[in-house]
Antibody, heavy 115, light 107 residues
Framework: QVQLQESGPGLVKPSETLSLTCTVS????????WSWIRQSPGKGLEWIGY???????NYNPSLKSRVTILTDMSKNQFSLKLSSVTAADTAVYYC?????????WGQGILVTVSS | DIQVTQSPSSLSASVGDRVTITCRAS??????LNWYQQKPGKAPKLLMN???SLQSGVPSRFSGRGSGTDFTLTISSLQPEDFATYYC?????????FGQGTKVEIK
């Protein structure tokens, strides 16, 4: 049974880059698509983007200029970088398996943007 | 972007009640409509995809139907563990979008 676990700083300063990692266990990231989704009280659930092992990515146009999703096959991990963050990026960030629907999720990590 | 609207935003029901939640898309999503259940402090859980395909391990009291723009999620006999927030999500056209959620509370 695949398990996902997010990790990274819980506090990021405005204008800096948010960096999160998702570690996958119980399965290889060389198969399936892998996604990032966030949830905030103001905007609800928001799809951020996905990556496939080939490196193919698809990002939400609303975030595309600031988002990068990468894989690290050697560590069975994938990552999210979101640059130039503002308070509006404060949310619980989830990693998940899938491109369009998500049948496995991490527990989520709260990231607060504040000075 | 395709907008996805759920109704109602919340409802109160009793154990044993039949509950129906509606999801409407701003344009056709064929059957690329997924339903999730989320409990406080937990990640969403996929209940069904492509409108009506129940995920493994999800009780058969959950059912989904619809195509095009109008969809429903029905719980035939509400159980105590079903009190949660339910979300629909379209995966027909990127960017995928979610409904705002329907909170099912105990009456």
């Amino acid at each position: 049974q695949v398990q996902l676990q997010e990790s990274g700083p819980g506090l990021v300063k405005p204008s800096e880059t948010l960096s999160l990692t998702c570690t996958v266990s119980g399965g290889s990231i060389s198969t399936y698509y892998w996604s990032w989704i966030r949830q905030s009280p103001g905007k609800g659930l928001e799809w951020i983007g996905y990556i496939y092992s080939s490196g193919t990515t698809n990002y939400n146009p609303s975030l595309k200029s600031r988002v990068t999703i990468l894989t690290d096959m050697s560590k069975n991990q994938f990552s999210l970088k979101l640059s130039s963050v503002t308070a509006a990026d404060t949310a619980v960030y989830y990693c998940a398996r899938g491109s369009g629907d998500y049948n496995a999720w991490g527990q989520g990590i709260l990231v607060t943007v504040s000075s | 972007d395709i907008q996805v609207t759920q109704s109602p935003s919340s409802l109160s029901a009793s154990v044993g009640d039949r509950v129906t939640i509606t999801c409407r898309a701003s344009q056709s999503v064929s059957t690329y409509l997924n339903w999730y259940q989320q409990k406080p402090g937990k990640a969403p859980k996929l209940l069904m995809n492509v409108a009506s395909s129940l995920q493994s391990g999800v009780p058969s009291r959950f059912s989904g139907r619809g195509s095009g723009t109008d969809f429903t999620l029905t719980i035939s006999s509400l159980q105590p563990e079903d009190f949660a927030t339910y979300y629909c999500q379209q995966s027909y056209s990127s960017p995928w979008t979610f409904g705002q959620g329907t909170k099912v509370e105990i009456k």
